[in-house]
């Protein structure tokens, strides 16, 4: 989460069009920028593989950043990411 605010190796112009919705071709905007979901204030993403799950949750205007890694195969995870982003949410 550090290096998405401020670092020695990206500026901050550049890393802040990670974030920014593009335009399509029709001129709709897109919730999606450079791997990241664009939405209500935050940026986040999700990965699963072989039993394994990952998310990763900042808002950028509070500064409050959730990660959730898991080994397994849990069919909760989702309920539990939910869960704990609701506790933390600004």
Do not use: M
């Not at 550090?2 to 071709?25: I, M």
């Not at 995870?77 to 704990?84: C, G, K, Q």
């Amino acid at each position: 989460d550090k290096f998405w605010n401020g670092n020695k190796l990206v500026s901050d112009q550049l890393l802040q069009q990670s974030f920014a919705r593009p335009t399509l071709n029709d001129g709709a905007y897109s919730n999606y920028g450079f791997g990241w979901v664009l939405e209500g204030g935050r940026h986040w993403h999700n990965g699963a593989w072989l039993g394994a799950n990952s998310y990763i949750v900042r808002y950028p205007k509070s500064s409050i950043c959730l990660v959730v890694l898991d080994n397994s195969s849990n069919i909760r995870f989702d309920t539990i990411v939910n869960e704990l982003e609701a506790a933390l949410a600004p």
